[in-house]
Nanobody, 124 residues
Framework: VQVAESGGGLVQAGGSLRLSCAAS????????MGWFRQAPGKEREFVAR?????????TYADSVKGRFAISRDNAKKTVYLQMNNLKPEDTAIYYC?????????????????WGQGTQVTVSS
């Protein structure tokens, strides 16, 4: 699954952003999808994952639990990441990708079809 992320930008601490991840393949609804982020000088880290169906099972990194929400619309072949109460430490490039492992994994190596990412910058 090839994807394209959008929706990033510059926001003040406490603000909100909604990221979108649009896919083109008709098989999109067969894949669990994940959001990851990578800050300068750091490794790519897991943010959130959603199972293949609308309103499906979700998992979040502890650092974003209660502030971020992942969702999907299979008719639009799009995954969303609603980010509220943003903090400066959320600053990173955000990527989405499709899970390629049958195991419910949060490791970047178990995902594929990475997009170019979208930059999120949170000022203090």
């Amino acid at each position: 699954v090839q994807v394209a992320e959008s929706g990033g930008g510059l926001v003040q601490a406490g603000g909100s952003l909604r990221l979108s991840c649009a896919a083109s393949e008709p098989t999109f609804s067969s894949y669990s999808m994940g959001w990851f982020r990578q800050a300068p000088g750091k490794e790519r880290e897991f943010v959130a994952r959603i199972s293949s169906w609308n309103g499906g099972t979700t998992t979040y990194a502890d650092s974003v639990k209660g502030r971020f929400a992942i969702s999907r619309d299979n008719a639009k072949k799009t995954v969303y990441l609603q980010m509220n109460n943003l903090k400066p430490e959320d600053t990173a490039i955000y990527y989405c990708a499709a899970a390629v492992s049958v195991v419910w994994s949060i490791r970047p190596t178990d995902f594929d079809g990475w997009g170019q990412g979208t930059q999120v910058t949170v000022s203090s």
